[in-house]
RNA sequence: GGACCCGUAGCCUAGCUUGGAUAGGGCGUGGGCCUCCUAAGCCCAAGGUCGCGGGUUCAAAUCCCGCCGGGUCCGCCA
């Protein structure tokens, strides 16, 4: 709804989309008078007034005015109306801007040696919500999770299994990344080894059925796990890719012959990629004097499948795979491939330094997803009148809510230095905030419908200052949608929902709902299920569950 | 050495792409609010050289240059 009032707001300017914003003063405000100030040499007040007198508040447009060269523009009560009528009206499906196309995302994509750890999950909790947002926008969104199943620690990872064999007891992925751990020491003591993780790639490259057969089997075991933890934290995937999939469909001999019929290639043994002309000092090996290809190699193969089959593509990634990832959309462009859109994100360290798998050094995913967990029952712990299945619920929501708010809500490019104290604290500004909020909403539906007078007619006429900024921020739901949509910025959305969650407490600060006498009754139940619908569509968007009660 | 990212009150963070109206929030701190729709809530207060120095501009947290601090990356590894 708001879009379609931005829309009639520039239609009536017939300015620049950039001079139009959002504002504190007003509902949009549009800046184009100081521009012009400058070229006629006049004050931008005066300017504005001029541009303000020929125009005429009509549909969406309530009132104009001017502020010290500012014009700004507030909605009209038509304009609130229709928004909580289209929001009763389309209900789950209320917050779509409703544009079309075909989208891959790449998330998470974590070496199968392990469980996933607490860098890993913020690649997930980003992609995942970036794919519900897409979906929701209207996209037709597929989700892949590319499984580095060639890479050198997998073959580690084997060696080790081979060698001694894991834990069957514990969960998979963290009786597997104990063979890694163990067979990475065994390598530095006794570096000799090597020639056997060397041999053992080789072979797995080349289709040596023992060598598919082991790796198999260790990458499933990892994956098992990871999907557990996938799982828990309501992250989906549509498909799990595997890299060596692209050595045996073809995929890598053609973008190879492609790479070579546009001249790029300089085969001195091992075939080379000289992209000094780009501003790289390193070459690029697509393939080594062994013939075997490198990790580069599969990724343009994939990249050239994507390219295949998606309009759009989006890789989500950590901030050590830029350069790598700046190289892949180089060489895919001068291939005049279309290069993956790549969202970065920057590294989740301990206070005492960044994490390794190898070294044992990180905090898993289902560590911290089981803490939480408890951290939340202490609490739910206290609501007597709940049943002891529904506490449980209750914390899991809460629990993968907080979780999954803290990581999206931060921008991706900011580094993260991950804090117990804080992780377990379940204050305001947070999921818990949110879905409780959403539990007061549906707290007082169910009681006007036990009172039996559950009408709702909103009107405009009625609103109170908050009632018309709480409204004004339920219609901007679809307008939030198309800029994450636009700008990759997941963070944005959840900041969008804490604001109307914030607006909802306001209102039910001092607006009796289930007290105000008729007319007012209903118009304020409206409102209140309209925010109702606002808060659960999105927290769904966030992966959070909408909680009726807590 | 080169490249990229980050630097906003004691702590965390929004805003930076597209420069404009008093730099929004939260935690923590101090004070207040449950005969009233869930106190996982609300209100009030204190707390800021927007890392530092230049520049562009009528106007800079936002753009440009330099510096400082932190992180990451620069393999015939992935």
């Given amino acids: 709804m708001f879009l379609k009032f931005k829309r009639e707001v520039l239609k009536m300017l017939n300015v620049d989309e950039r001079y139009v914003k959002e504002s504190d003063h007003a509902d949009l405000a549009c800046t184009v008078a100081f521009k012009l100030a400058k070229e006629q040499k006049r004050s931008p007040q005066e300017i504005a007034e001029e541009i303000v007198a020929g125009l005429e508040p009509r549909d969406y447009v309530g009132c104009i005015e ?139 490259e080349r289709g040596d059925e023992e060598a598919i057969k082991l790796f198999k089997d260790v990458v499933e075991l990892a994956l098992e796990g990871i999907k557990e933890t996938l799982r828990k934290l309501n992250v989906q995937h549509d498909e799990f890719v595997w890299e060596s999939e692209f050595v045996r469909n073809g995929y890598v001999d053609r973008i190879l012959k492609m790479l070579d ?35 580069v190699t599969r990724d343009l193969a994939y990249h050239l499948w994507k390219n295949e089959n998606f309009e759009r593509f989006i890789n989500v990634l950590g901030a050590d795979h830029k350069l790598v990832g700046r190289q892949l959309q180089d060489i895919l462009r001068l291939l005049g491939l279309k290069p993956p859109e790549i969202v970065f994100f920057e590294f989740v360290s301990l206070p005492e330094g960044s994490m390794s798998t190898r070294k044992g050094k990180f905090i898993s ?81 169910r009681k006007a419908v036990e009172s039996g007078m559950p009408d709702l007619d909103f009107r405009g006429d009625l609103c109170t200052p908050l009632e018309r900024k709480l409204v004004v921020l339920l219609s901007k739901f679809s307008y939030v949608v198309l800029r994450v949509v636009n700008e990759l910025k997941p963070n944005v959305f959840a900041d969008y929902l804490l604001k109307v969650a914030n607006a909802f407490n306001d209102f039910y600060r001092d607006h009796p709902v289930l007290k105000a006498e008729s007319e007012l009754r209903m118009h304020r139940l409206a409102i209140v299920d309209a925010t109702r619908i606002v808060l659960r569509n999105g927290l769904e968007l966030l992966g959070i569950e909408p909680l009726e009660r807590m």
């Avoid at 990629?273 to 290809?293: A, H, M, P, Q, W």
């Fill in 261 to 295: 019929e546009k001249g790029l290639l300089k085969k001195d043994g091992a075939w080379i990629i000289d992209l000094s002309d780009l501003g790289y000092e390193k070459e690029v090996v697509v393939r080594r004097e062994n013939g075997t290809t490198l990790y």
């Fill in 66 to 204: 001017v502020v010290n060269g500012y014009i700004n523009f507030f909605v009209s009560e038509e304009f609130l109306e229709d928004t909580i009528n289209l929001i009763l009206d389309e209900d789950y499906d209320y917050g779509s801007p409703k544009i079309k196309g075909e989208v891959l995302i790449e998330h998470t994509s974590a070496n199968p040696d392990g469980p996933l750890h607490i860098g890993h999950i913020r690649n997930s909790i980003i992609g995942d919500t970036l794919t519900r947002i897409m979906k929701k926008a209207g996209l037709n969104v597929r989700t892949q999770y590319y499984v580095n199943d060639m890479g050198r620690q997998i073959a580690i990872t084997a060696l080790g299994y081979k060698r001694f064999g894991i834990d069957r007891t514990k969960k998979p992925d963290h009786a597997i990344v104990e063979a890694y751990i163990k067979m990475n020491k065994e390598l530095e003591e006794n570096p000799e080894l090597e020639k056997e993780v060397e041999d053992l790639m080789i072979r797995y």
């Fill in 365 to 445: 995913a289902d560590e911290l997803i089981e803490k939480v967990y408890e951290e939340a029952k202490k609490i739910v712990e206290g609501r007597e009148e709940l049943k002891e299945e529904e506490k449980e619920h209750i914390a899991r929501a809460v629990a993968i809510g907080a979780l999954r708010f803290d990581f999206v809500k931060i921008a991706p490019e900011k580094p993260m230095v991950f804090d117990w104290r804080k992780a377990l604290d379940f204050e305001r500004q947070t999921a818990s905030y949110i879905q409780y909020s959403h539990a007061r909403c549906c707290s007082i539906l």
